[in-house]
């Protein structure tokens, strides 16, 4: 493994790379992004021979997998991957975008701390003056960040391999039932959605070892194009199950130190469902609060003044920072569980600066 994280029960910002050698292939899990990856990955590669397994696209754990450095491997990924391929840097660009519509140029930039007053009061003067011009310069603003936080972007071509739609089976491991793919005899590729909707997880069920990704990560998901909150509750749930069953003795996670150990495993997924649960009960119980559910402003405006521990240590994590961001969550509970198109129909403002947030 190499890893940025520095002690035990941190985080990093770039993804765990993991090497695996079962059966008789080898494999580099997740490059990552930044020529400091890939030059920890040149001096540590136990192989001369490898192929590439990608998680899913976001770019702090696929932008390195079309590196000179991988040429001759194959990067296997999920299906969803092929429609992105030719854009990974949508996860900023894309993403950035969607949240300034739903969100506002002060709700998104000023929630984040991103910008100062006046540059997010010279967005605003662009954008009523020129919508089209705003948009470029929000795409340039978006992609010199990508840059900044990632550096290239090295796009596998030639030597990726999708995963077939119609390869996809059902696999059974300790009577929990998972789809996927089978890559060699004792490595699968599960379909584990709910973070992004091209996510994998690999198992290895003669180890008992599950590289899972950013499936189980506090507070998820925070993709707004391609999160689910229903689709991330239910396969956390299902490795829960697969854990309790005797299924899962090293839990390799991609933002933390893996989890070794049957009990040390299930307490981890246990505890991070119970937070899950419990912000998203805590929204819930707002939310029913307001009789117009369109009223975005008011309901995160509710969700931040919430007392609990929980809610004051997710507004701790914000957008860009971290992997998490309560906006996010409460837009996509809006959508998933109350009215589907209630993001066509919100219209915000937002009531909150970066200061006032903090405050």
Request: proline share 4%; with cysteine.
């Amino acid at each position: 493994m190499i890893t940025d994280v520095c002690e035990e029960g941190k985080g990093a910002a770039i993804a765990n790379t993991y090497f695996l050698q079962a059966d008789t292939g080898n494999y580099v899990i997740d490059p990552a992004c930044g020529k400091r990856r890939l030059r920890q990955i040149k001096a540590r590669l136990p192989f001369k021979e490898y192929d590439v397994l990608l998680t899913h696209s976001h770019l702090d754990h696929s932008a390195n997998s079309g590196a000179p450095l991988f040429i001759n491997s194959q990067v296997i990924c999920h299906p969803l991957v092929a429609g992105k391929i030719d854009n990974l840097e949508r996860n900023y660009t894309d993403i950035t975008a969607e949240m300034v519509r739903v969100f506002g140029v002060q709700g998104f930039f000023g929630r984040t701390g991103m910008l100062g007053p006046t540059m997010i009061k010279l967005l605003l003067g662009i954008q009523k003056l020129s919508p089209t011009l705003f948009n470029c310069l929000l795409y340039a603003v978006s992609l010199a960040m990508c840059r900044s936080k990632v550096g290239r972007i090295y796009r596998p071509t030639g030597n990726v391999t999708f995963l077939r739609e119609d390869q996809l089976t059902d696999i059974c491991f300790e009577n929990t039932l998972f789809r996927g793919w089978p890559i060699s005899k004792n490595l699968f590729a599960l379909e584990t959605p709910g973070h992004q909707d091209d996510h994998l997880s690999f198992y290895v069920p003669e180890r008992k070892l599950m590289f899972s990704g950013d499936l189980i990560s506090f507070l998820n998901p925070n993709d707004i194009l391609d999160g689910s909150l229903k689709e991330t509750y239910t396969w956390m749930k299902k490795m829960l199950q697969l854990a309790e069953a005797g299924g899962i003795n090293i839990l390799a996670v991609s933002h933390a130190l893996p989890l070794m150990g049957k009990d040390q495993v299930i307490a981890y997924l246990r505890s991070v469902i119970a937070k899950q649960e419990e912000a998203f009960n805590t929204i819930a119980k707002i939310v029913a609060s307001f009789p117009d559910k369109s009223d975005f402003d008011g309901i995160i405006a509710k969700v931040y003044a919430h007392e609990s521990k929980l809610m004051k240590k997710i507004l701790k994590i914000n957008y860009p920072r971290s992997v998490s961001f309560i906006d996010v969550y409460v837009y996509l509970y809006l959508k998933e569980y109350v009215n589907q198109e209630i993001g066509k129909e919100m219209k915000t403002t937002a009531l909150y600066t970066a200061r006032q947030i903090n405050g």
